[in-house]
């Protein structure tokens, strides 16, 4: 199971830095949110990462109403 917040090694991919002063600079400059830990790492959440990227979610989310296929209203027509 994947953790709920980014890993390092994806922490880099995303923003090509290394050092945790760069990627914090790099999600400011992208308009990304984050929180930082306690030792000063960037903490960026996985839904909200996929979000950011255009990617769709792995799981549909339980509080996203499902869609429904549009139907004409005929109740209108004589």
């Not at 999600?27 to 996929?50: D, K, T």
Request: glycine share 6%; hydrophobic share 35%; net charge positive.
């Amino acid at each position: 199971m994947e953790s709920e917040i980014l890993s390092d090694e994806e922490l880099v991919m995303i923003t090509g830095y290394q050092a945790r002063a760069w990627q914090r600079r790099w999600l400011i400059s992208h308009g990304w949110h984050y929180i930082e830990s306690r030792g000063r790492r960037p903490l960026v959440g996985r839904q909200y990462a996929r979000q950011q990227l255009g990617a769709p979610s792995a799981e549909p989310s339980p509080s996203a109403p499902a869609k429904q296929a549009w139907t004409p209203d005929f109740s209108k027509v004589s």
